[in-house]
Nanobody, 122 residues
Framework: QVQLEESGGGLVQAGGSLRLSCAAS????????MGWFRQAPGKEREGIAS????????LYADSVRGRFTISSDNGSNTVALHMNSLKPEDTAVYYC???????????????WGKGTLVTVST
């Protein structure tokens, strides 16, 4: 089992920046990749970024490419999401995930954190 705990959510003005962090514990060697999903009010959950724990291959959704950057530190078993140029439509609960492949598809993720809320005001 792998446990994931997110931190860093909060309220930010449009155009601002925020950094989310996720700490993984447990059998972290069993996972190949980590990522971030989000779910906005009234919308389906969306995969936005994924990174390999092996070669740091990354994948981004079109909605965040160029504004968000995912990074990982294998030594500390953490993954971060640096979010710049935030927009009100980025408001969502952000979930940290761990899975067996670099992917933005939900079923590829084996483990999920509880989520952290990001609110972007106008």
């Amino acid at each position: 089992q792998v446990q994931l705990e997110e931190s860093g959510g909060g309220l930010v003005q449009a155009g601002g920046s925020l950094r989310l962090s996720c700490a993984a514990s447990g059998h972290t060697d069993s996972t190949y990749a980590m990522g971030w999903f989000r779910q906005a009010p009234g919308k389906e959950r969306e995969g936005i970024a994924s990174i390999s724990n092996r070669d740091h291959k990354v994948l981004y959704a079109d909605s965040v490419r160029g504004r968000f950057t995912i990074s990982s530190d294998n030594g500390s078993n953490t993954v971060a999401l640096h979010m710049n140029s935030l927009k009100p439509e980025d408001t969502a609960v952000y979930y940290c995930t761990a899975g067996w492949i670099v992917s933005l598809i939900e079923y590829s993720q084996d483990y999920w954190g509880k989520g952290t809320l990001v609110t972007v005001s106008t």
